[in-house]
């Protein structure tokens, strides 16, 4: 299975939230799991039933939003000196 497949989106479960598919697992929370430094047999036991390949299409996910938005950095302000 390619792990796009593992995420749903679905406005009927976690109101339209990306979820894990067959769960209601969203991608957020194994997002911010992953940022607390949990390691992933830590994320595993904390949700039941998900597979290491679960939690890596979570972050593909992730990394798939990202590269779609534009990111644009805060225009440089001069510093004046007194």
Known sequence: MDLHERISINP???HGEPCIKDTRIMVTNILAAIAEGLPMS???QDFPGITTEDVLACVAFAN???QEKEWYSAPATESVMA
């Open 12 to 14: 009927k479960v976690c």
């Open 42 to 44: 830590e994320i595993l």
């Open 64 to 66: 798939d939003v990202v």
